[in-house]
């Protein structure tokens, strides 16, 4: 199970040689990680990680969504039932399982990332089967104790340059404080991502609405949320904050008169919203974060297009995240035009558009990003945060936006000790990419490096104002 | 016109190699076909077949599409008009034609196929012209009346190991019967294709559902008609059947409270059903047969997406079938989701979905492939079964849903004698593709080895139970 | 910089050296283009292009909106503003804003279109940058007075053998009459283009249809409406033209009723159309104009799918054609019925589809073409007229249209300097993926000679009755 050293370089032995070339010269440099899930206390307690499966299986959707797609249960896999009830706590034994069941991972990125990390991490060449199942949990739970595996160890060993976190508007920021506190030379960032107190359809949404105004001192009405949501933006921005961050349903954007968005507001605050006003607030909602962007500089991202929670059984018993939200077809080109009618001139803003339907990318993404100077192209995402869907991401967009309009790329996980592989992966992609276009004739190989070192580092740094 | 033995085989020589040891290992294997439209008749009757145009020309869509589309009238090829009115009737100048014009097969699966056929079958390593036409005809027509080219001898010589037909709930299976009876060892196994009892805009729909009804003893209501279904399957069961199969316009699916399908049933027996009505019991049948699936445990089949009959001309002179079914655009996160809701957790339930919408494939498809316990991607279908199109399917669905959430190949032909060739493309792109994870170090080979079977026997072997 | 000979060849050795013999067999063929935006009068006059912004910079949208996208606003290029406010005239100023931003286009096709134009016309091999950019400026200046580079040296350097324009149903076709009259040996056809006096959203339509009638002398109502088409499309018949073209938002066909067809002309002549009444005509028109071109046997053309000027302040200030342009998702199935069902089968007809939505390719445009006998693809077109755009136009319209219900090359530009690499760019690229056919073995190399000079010269000729 080595490692290859080219891995998903291109198989042509000349394109391979200008591909490792490239690979060389970014492998080394800095990650910065300004979109991804870790939890901020990691950084803030510093604790070590508990075992193998809780490291590796229980917090990675898209390993027990293959499994569960292959008749496990999720009760075997340990993932803690609502009604609290009995679930596998034997970590030894839910390993096993994810084990026995390896073999559904070839060619994914999951099987990629997990191998590099056991070889980096722990030095495992030897690939996981249900014979060597125990040997490679025996290994890894003797390693996470030590002091190298501790979370600030681990950034450190990861060269992070910066890593942010997802947060709530009603998160007090603890941990970052904490961090900051410390004196530890780390970088952890919150993002500001506000959906439980705008989507009025999520459980909840009064209460956080109401919660929200509460925390900024502003009354609970049109003005004073929108104003808590500006005192909220600010406090965050204090403690590092450079971006915001929006998954919605659609990229539906509108842009009411305000009156009529202040009636809105009241209305979804009231009992009797319909999936039609729940929809125009959050797509209100769009431009005004919008709006909010040009005057704090927060950098906006949008997530669209995710059917959440489509299994009702096994959210009823799990609740979200469970491996079920499917990608639903986009559009963006008659979304986005509210919101870029108010504000897709102003240079001070920038929207960084993801997309889980590829076919937006030559069709839509890549020729608005091509032309809006507020717009760029995230990375991947997602399902297609993989060898093959990087790939189609560059040959549908480059044509069309350049490499300019795109972001560099976006962790996007809560599996931490993945985020170097998922990296080295995106750079290994890239490079290749950018070799095929060299060994065709056109690009030369010298600009084919500046390109390659703007991929993995230059364009996140000043996209993301890190 | 020597068939290349490294055809289809990626072209960079260190992976070509591995492919070469892929195919080798799987390309003897016997061939699983539990998807098709062979005729029963031929295994019962064993009868010779007539002559190349026959056999080749007229049963074959694909190609005479390719000739109208560039001005061939489908009377010139012998295509039986509605109105009994004239066509050619000399299978020789039908050949001809389709000689002159073979050149627009280039680039297509169709040439691949056939001249698979010619080569393997009759020995012919010529090209068909307008100058060979008459040589290619005479060897071929020569070779058909022998025993080795009747239909059990070449079921055996294809290393067949069963084949599915596609057979209407109001059928007597009189050819599998007789199959059964005859003492052959061959395995000819009938699909239950309820479309004519289940789609209210079909011609004859009403009767049909009379027939249906009366066939199996029931009352012409809705729990007599479903209980009628339920009869028809076990019969189907009782020969051999392990799969049934839908072909909708849409994937939607419903799941309407008892008295609401009952009245819909009522509704669509009447004369006064609207196009919605019509979708809607359309609809609520899926699920209905989902259902049943749970308790028989038959394998349930679903290809949505094709626009049947564009060409009304076409159709008022030639009836169904005549290369004018064009796809659509087609969802299927929200349309299977009543369905899925109703019995997508239940493990004894086995949904192979298919698709004409390749944009389906990585955005829904493998998503709720690789979440959903009872789906199962069907291989590329019908314009997408081809070198290009089987590559793209294994792109856009082996990162998120993996292998084994696909199910093998089906060769969905009536064309006979080009089912090994079919086979043996699908088991060289899926080679092809699988050598190139190994040579950018995606897979190990020895796994590679083990996928390969998969693909070209056992996934087929597993999910259709055969 | 020097231009690689093998650019865009496959990378594999072996599949590039047949590449190369393919392309060497088509380099040279004369240019045909059929559709395109340059000026007649160039042709007419012959009078020298003034300064390389002004023939590089200001007239290729594909250039300022790359700069737009990056913060360059359109007033420093020298883009005249509708208000007639102060703009860059410096062209030396604008050339260094376009040399300052050039690595932009790394992996743009408008990068390789450039540079083979300064290679092969001024013999430039040197990289546009900040510090070449006054070099570079000077020696194009300095060539650009000289006879050679006039436009009708131009058109016999480029080895054009016949170019179409676009022109205005009202246009008097003055450039296309002094082009015939002067004896120059030239062949600059017109093409009828009728959006603006068939589209009542256009500004100006009711006036438009009024001059129309006027011009043609016929009353302004639905039946001299249509005459007066019939009598233009006569006009610019009689001065060459082959064909017409019709750029609508969506590809939506009409067919109705006589008296419901000429009501509706009354109502969008008059004030209160709806935009669907609009929509209705335009489908209408289509249905009408595919008539008419089955009795004067112009080729139709139809390009749908574009939300055009979708930048409002930018169209408010600049006008048309700013990089504002976005694709849409477009539907064909449905859309064109009505049109079909009318003349579809009619063998008078051709009707060459383009697409801005890359689905449509392997699911409704090859389907459709790959059947109905009027139909025959466009090339990749605008955002996707690239190497990648015409390589995945390939792979996902081949194996089910072939290549004979394909049209060849348009290189559909107003950078009149542009044609010779846009054509030579088409060759490259369709030579690459025949070149690949045969290196897998799908093609004979004889057969792919054949393909070869179809794709670069044949089909276009026989297509647009050159």
Not at 234 to 260: C, I, M, N, V, Y
């Amino acid at each position: 199970m080595a490692l290859h050293p080219d891995r998903l370089l291109p198989i042509d032995p000349g394109a391979r040689a200008i591909a490792r070339r490239l690979y060389q010269s970014v492998a080394k440099l800095p990650l910065l990680s300004p979109h991804g899930h870790t939890d901020p206390r990691w950084y803030a307690e510093d604790a070590p990680f508990s075992d193998p499966a809780t490291l590796f299986v229980q917090p990675d959707h898209y390993i027990f969504r293959m499994l569960y797609s292959q008749g496990v249960a999720l009760e075997a896999l340990g993932i803690p039932r609502r009604d609290g009830g009995a679930v596998e706590t034997d970590t030894r034994a839910i390993w096993r399982i994810f084990a026995q069941h390896y073999t559904l991972f070839r060619g994914t990125p999951t099987r990629l990332w997990f191998e590099q990390s056991l070889a980096d991490l722990f030095g495992i060449e030897e690939r996981l089967t249900a014979q060597t199942a125990d040997r490679l949990y025996d290994r890894i739970a003797e390693c996470l104790p030590r002091p190298e595996f501790r979370p600030r160890a681990l950034y450190e060993r990861f060269n992070l340059e910066a890593i942010a976190t997802t947060d709530s508007p009603l998160s007090d920021l603890a941990g970052h404080a904490t961090v900051r506190r410390s004196g530890w030379s780390g970088r952890v960032l919150p993002a500001y991502r506000p959906d439980f107190t705008v989507d009025p359809e999520r459980e909840g949404f009064r209460g956080n609405v109401e919660r929200l105004t509460a925390l900024a001192g502003t009354p609970t009405n049109w003005a004073g949320y929108l104003e808590a949501h500006r005192i909220r933006r600010a406090f965050f921005k204090g403690l590092g904050a450079t971006s915001t961050d929006h998954g919605h349903p659609t990229a539906r954007t509108a842009d009411l008169p305000l009156a009529e968005a202040s009636s809105l507001f009241d209305t979804v605050m009231g009992s009797a919203a319909s999936p039609e006003q729940a929809e125009l607030f959050r797509a209100q909602m769009l431009t005004e974060m919008a709006r909010m962007s040009t005057e704090d500089g927060l950098v906006m991202q949008l997530h669209p297009g995710s059917f959440r929670n489509h299994n009702p059984a096994l959210f009823a018993r799990f609740g979200t995240d469970m491996g079920a939200d499917i990608p639903m077809a986009t559009d963006y080109v008659r979304a986005l035009k509210p919101l870029l009618d108010a504000v897709g001139n102003d240079p001070r803003l920038t929207l960084v558009l993801f997309t889980l339907d590829e076919t937006s990318y030559g069709r839509e993404l890549a020729p608005l990003a091509g032309h809006y100077s507020c717009l760029r192209l995230g990375p991947p995402w997602w399902f297609f945060d993989s060898p093959d869907g990087m790939k189609r991401f560059r040959e549908l967009t480059t044509e069309t936006a350049g490499f300019a309009n795109t972001v560099g790329f976006n962790d996007d996980t809560r599996a931490y000790l993945s985020i170097p592989a998922r990296h080295d992966m995106a750079r290994r992609v890239d490079c290749a990419f950018l070799a095929n276009l060299v060994a065709d004739h056109r690009l030369d190989e010298d600009e084919a490096h500046e390109v390659a070192a703007d991929l993995a580092y230059n364009l996140a740094k000043r996209t993301y104002k890190l």
